[in-house]
């Protein structure tokens, strides 16, 4: 097991996540482009580093957690860069959603260094997150991900090998697929019996029994509440990475297409800071019609 | 309670509803219109019917469970009809299917004919309808629903109240839209990962998560099982009553929409009496892959 | 050359047809459910008959002109149907736009009662119906369209014979297919240029190219003239017909379905009486902009 | 007037470009990535160059015609890009179809050498290459606009100024989003009419009046021709550089996604060298129905 982490990316999810490394007795050694969210892991006992690559200097491990592709790079590449801070042999795991594409230019940079890399992408949300059940999707060597495994347990609850590098990737684009899917599924239903006259929730509570996630979102809709656990902008964001991966695989994707069209309707209404299910309120706009239940609301008509 | 049922459609669903509707010690008097279907009830002791006219003559209660409204107006109506058949004040429960309009209409011209008239469209497959569990969504006055509870819990495991004449058909639409959906979604996931090199079985595993219908669907895909649950002919034809009471409702659904048209071209295949799971053929054919495992394949990649 | 002619449906279309029928020396037998309507043909010496059955009485053919299925089964059908003031031998043409499958239902109905008949629906809107230069798409028996056709070259100035009976609506649908998927295509790339910063006067001149319709409706967009040449709700009806008879054929319409969707949000706006290129307004109003150019504007920035 | 020009990519549509200008009694200095591809140029005087730094040295202003962005980047940056090649003040002019944002990085790039910059994106295919009478679409200053537009008239018929840096690329953009969509109802309209029965000429001949693109495209279906006009694989890659830009800019593309989605199933087929018209293929492939008629064909069926 390492012994000291370079931790990159203490936003919604890395904050989380860096907390259940330091809590597994892992000296970690932190960096977040926002000083201020380094604040908590600082207090815990984490050294707050001033760049990545200050992160990475002298641990046996770095952690990246970022936005997207573009952000990976930046903390990953340049002279302030996690890369330029490691030594020889060090793992880096990349646990941001990117696409195979990225995954696989950041595995190569890394050999040219004599780094090892394992991307390690995951799902489950803020509160998996905050318990450290993370389901995580590693793509890379076996070696790597053995290596890995240890650590990754003190985050997750679920480790998987999907395979070579990339693979990682692409499970957690098919995952995020079905996912987005099923929230668009889910407004679809709603708004169509709410415009028919029904008591929404009543349909939530049918809705409910054909997925976790309608159980978990629907009624949060209903009470009006789109704090992001997965903001729309990130969501919006892994959908066009899934339907840009099908595409160069030449996998039609017609129904997560629509999705993301529902998507990009809701960002132009500004919403990319609300959790995803937010989207729902381009179809309310268009039908005319709201979901949200009144607190006081009685819900069965028998 | 009702002592005597007129029991009319004994195809995949009714011919088991029937069953426990007997078992519950309910006379029953059935009608199919093919005939050899009623064996098995007749060998339990039910009366067959040669027309549903002469299934409904004598009953307390009948009960449709036909395939869509043109089958249902085939069965209420005419001479030979069960309408006709019916002395005054019976209850008609119709458990077909259907669009709210028809529902709406056909307790028009039951009520015509001081007859009461109960949609109660049911979901669950067959699984439920065999062990008498399934969810039933009632539309109708709260007296007509009173008094068809008793009989509905023969066969359901939860009735629900979901508002006046129409309201049934509309919650029954909207849970099939979502599973639909939810299916489709499943096709999109499992043919991009399996394109892209991951181990089906290992990506179906990861899915489940996101909904039981998933964790039950994707083993019968990877098995190559198109047996039908739910065949794709009727789950079509739900869609498009879906999008016909949408449209007249001012509800756009993008996503149903291309669920739809992948319906259709599923169709096209020949497919139609498999199961609804079945439309993932259209994709593999597209992006050429197959998910389909040897059953000798061995999960896991580590 | 027919003698006497009985014209059902004055509307937009039908009411500029039966003028040119009349001028062309044909007596003309008017009906239409609103009587008002009839008034500018009645001054020009035609009849004005009281119902459908009426007006057929008498007459060598009898013309529909009406707005779906369902208003033309209520001028053919029933005691005060056309269908029953014919005289056997008489052809009845029907010019709406239907479904093949209704087109058959109504000769069937029409040869069982010793009549003739033809499904006749044009293209070309308003101005050619005023001109008689409509193309005129007919399905029915090469001895109906021999016999129809010098009729049909009063009002149109291209006759085709488009095939066995509902080849003239299929191929009327197809034109309209293509039609809405054009204004849709306009609209996207006119809202998409206008967010972008571009003169929306200038993107209107290139698209003109593309297309004789997008350089009839684009001017139309930027002036905010929505005035109906054919409004949404017909629009919306024969979209819908074209999926639905392409479903029962067995092909996928991914693109037209869109297409139907984005109506049907304009509809929901309450667009539908309108001309079908108001369904630009959703874009519109989803993108948070306007391609609407001030009367006063200047079109080009150099 | 500019007396040399380096022309840099040489392909179906630059070759014929090139050819122009040289036509124009400019001298020019050519490169192409397959040296193969500029011997014709080269007997018509033109002297070929090494690089594409080569290319712009000494020469007043430098055209780039290339497939995508990173074509552009490959041939315009680095130490053999053209960019290095340049003496200050000399005009590059892009004519490739690529995004707004690429353009707007590359005038970047260009201005911090103290070049000049003109984006020129073209429309009307190979024959008004051939011809010159292509119309341009540029993006820039008035100022770089004037100086360059003497040089684009011996490439073009209509020469226009769409705004400021980047707006030439949402014209192009814009205008290549209606043509694919307009391809895409034209496949739609044929496919189902034929299956439906009708005879794919005559379904043709009436579709052509909806677009000059169809009037081209459809006999081209007709015949079985499938010769690149503008090859699926670069009409693809417009395609999804509108989607991208329009999901920057807030703006949904419901019709448009459908179209790409179309693509990829026709490029997972191998169709990427064909003409964007045989996208057609997978809907005859779905339908089980091929529009191509035996060059014996009778037309009509009257």
């Given at each position: 097991m390492?012994?000291t982490?370079?931790?990159?990316?203490?936003?919604?999810?890395?904050?989380r996540?860096?907390?259940?490394?330091?809590?597994?007795?892992v000296?970690?050694r932190?960096?977040?482009?926002?000083a201020?969210?380094?604040?908590?892991v600082?207090?815990?006992?984490?050294?707050v580093?001033a760049?990545?690559?200050?992160?990475?200097?002298g641990?046996?491990?770095?952690?990246?957690?970022?936005?997207?592709?573009?952000?990976?790079?930046?903390?990953?590449?340049?002279?302030?860069?996690a890369?330029a801070?490691c030594?020889?042999?060090?793992l880096?795991i990349?646990m941001?959603?990117?696409d195979?594409?990225?995954?696989?230019?950041m595995?190569?940079?890394?050999?040219?260094?004599?780094?090892?890399?394992?991307?390690?992408?995951?799902?489950?949300g803020?509160?998996?997150?905050?318990?450290?059940?993370?389901?995580?999707?590693?793509?890379?060597?076996?070696?790597d991900f053995?290596?890995?495994k240890p650590?990754?347990?003190t985050?997750?609850?679920?480790?998987?090998?999907?395979?070579?590098?990339?693979s990682?990737?692409?499970m957690?684009?098919?995952?995020?697929l079905v996912?987005?899917s099923?929230?668009?599924?889910?407004?679809?239903g709603l708004?169509?019996?709410t415009?028919a006259?029904l008591?929404?929730?009543?349909v939530?509570?049918?809705?409910?029994?054909?997925?976790?996630l309608?159980?978990?979102?629907?009624?949060r809709?209903l009470?009006?509440?789109?704090t992001?656990?997965?903001p729309?902008?990130?969501?919006?964001k892994?959908?066009?990475l899934?339907?840009?991966?099908?595409?160069s695989?030449g996998?039609?994707?017609f129904?997560?297409?629509t999705?993301?069209?529902?998507?990009?309707?809701a960002l132009a209404k500004g919403?990319?800071?609300l959790?995803?299910i937010?989207t729902i309120?381009v179809?309310?706009?268009?039908?005319?019609?709201q979901v949200r239940?009144?607190?006081?609301a009685?819900?069965?008509?028998?």
């Open positions: 390492v012994q982490v370079g931790f990159i990316g203490l936003g919604i999810m890395g904050g996540m860096a907390k259940n490394v330091l809590k597994a007795g000296a970690l932190a960096y977040n482009r926002t201020a969210k380094a604040e908590e600082r207090r815990l006992g984490a050294t580093a760049s990545p690559r200050e992160a990475a200097a641990a046996d491990a770095v952690i990246t957690m970022v936005a997207d592709p573009p952000a990976l790079a930046a903390v990953l590449e340049g002279p302030d860069g890369l801070g030594r020889p042999g060090t880096v990349d941001s959603t990117v195979p594409d990225t995954s696989r230019t595995a190569a940079r890394a050999a040219s260094l004599g780094l090892r890399y394992l991307e390690a992408p995951v799902t489950g803020v509160g998996a997150a905050e318990r450290g059940t993370l389901l995580i999707m590693a793509g890379g060597t076996r070696e053995a290596a890995a650590l990754l347990e985050m997750g609850g679920k480790i998987l090998h999907a395979g070579p590098m990339g990682g990737s692409v957690k684009l098919a995952t995020n996912a987005s099923i929230y668009t599924a889910m407004a679809e708004v169509f019996a415009k006259g008591d929404p929730g009543l939530a509570e049918v809705l409910a029994e054909r997925s976790p309608i159980a978990s979102a629907a009624p809709v009470a009006g509440q789109f992001a656990f997965f729309l902008r990130l969501s919006h892994d959908v066009h899934a339907l840009a991966t099908a595409r695989l996998v039609p994707l129904g997560l297409g999705v993301g069209q529902l998507q990009t309707a919403l990319g800071e959790d995803q937010a309120q179809l309310e706009e268009i039908a005319g019609v239940t009144p607190p006081t009685i819900r069965s008509p028998d």
